[in-house]
Nanobody, 128 residues
Framework: QVQLVESGGGLVQSGGSLRLSCAAS????????IGWFRRAPGQAREGVSA????????YYRDSVKGRFAISRDSAKNTVYLQMDYLKPEDTGIYYC?????????????????????WGQGTQVTVSS
């Protein structure tokens, strides 16, 4: 089992920045990818970014490329999502998730079925 706790959400003006944190505990050696997802009001949850454990490859959905950056501090078992130049459409609940699938390709790593463990989420609100 892996426990995930997100933090760092809040209210920010358009163009501002936030850094989300995802602290992992439990069997942290048993996951191979960490992803960030978000759910906007009235919409389905969508993958935002992910990082592969080991090769540290990073992945982003097109709408956040160049604005968001995912990173990992292995000593702290924490994954970060630095979000810059935030837009109102970035508003939503942000979740981190851990998956233990091997050889997950670029086409699947931002899809929910890859992930088995989920945090409770943190609210991000971007005002215009």
């Amino acid at each position: 089992q892996v426990q995930l706790v997100e933090s760092g959400g809040g209210l920010v003006q358009s163009g501002g920045s936030l850094r989300l944190s995802c602290a992992a505990s439990g069997s942290t050696s048993d996951y191979f990818q960490i992803g960030w997802f978000r759910r906007a009001p009235g919409q389905a949850r969508e993958g935002v970014s992910a990082i592969s454990i080991g090769d540290e490859a990073t992945y982003y959905r097109d709408s956040v490329k160049g604005r968001f950056a995912i990173s990992r501090d292995s000593a702290k078992n924490t994954v970060y999502l630095q979000m810059d130049y935030l837009k109102p459409e970035d508003t939503g609940i942000y979740y981190c998730a851990a998956g233990n699938r091997l050889r997950v390709g670029r086409s699947n790593i931002l899809r929910e079925p890859v992930y088995d463990f989920w945090g409770q989420g943190t609210q991000v609100t971007v005002s215009s």
